[in-house]
């Protein structure tokens, strides 16, 4: 069983929903959804805290040590153009904090682009 595997099924077996579990870490619940589902990596001050709430047993923390070391994330291919200018909402916004229209992301992505390329 790979780390991933270790954790749902020991949070399972304390009876802690993804939700709940979450929060006994002090994370969003979207958050602990994507570490525990391989999308990103646990950081490094959260492990020992993933372990005591787990309470792994010595063999199982070896076993999720060995495979966490050598886990990989998934490679992701790049975005579309379409994808970016799809998703520039959530990161840029006005001086007012107010969002961009569409036509100002589209200039701001051509202009991203002719200036990195």
Same mark, same amino acid.
Not at 67 to 93: G, N
């Given at each position: 069983?790979? &780390?991933? $595997? ?6 399972? /077996? ?5 939700r709940?579990?979450?929060? !006994?870490? $002090?994370?969003? =619940?979207?958050?602990? @959804?994507?570490?525990?589902? $391989?999308?990103?990596?646990? =950081?490094d ?5 993933? &372990? ?8 199982e923390?070896?076993q999720?040590r ?6 990989q994330?998934?490679?992701? =291919?790049?975005?579309?153009?379409a /994808?970016?200018? !799809?998703?520039? =909402?959530?990161?840029?916004?006005? #001086? ?6 569409? @036509? !100002?992301?589209?200039?701001? #992505? !051509?202009?991203?682009?002719?200036e990195?390329?």
């Amino acid at each position: 069983m790979d &780390f991933l $595997g270790l954790i749902k099924a020991k949070r399972a /077996q304390l009876g802690y929903a993804c939700r709940d579990f979450a929060a !006994e870490l $002090g994370l969003k =619940p979207s958050v602990w @959804n994507r570490m525990e589902n $391989g999308i990103d990596l646990l =950081p490094d001050h959260i492990v020992p805290t993933v &372990f005591a709430k787990l309470s792994l047993r010595p063999d199982e923390l070896q076993q999720f040590r060995q495979s966490y070391s050598t886990y990989q994330l998934p490679a992701r =291919p790049p975005l579309t153009d379409a /994808q970016l200018v !799809e998703k520039l =909402p959530m990161v840029f916004r006005k #001086a007012d904090g107010s969002k961009m229209s569409g @036509n !100002e992301l589209l200039k701001l #992505a !051509e202009r991203l682009k002719r200036e990195l390329a």
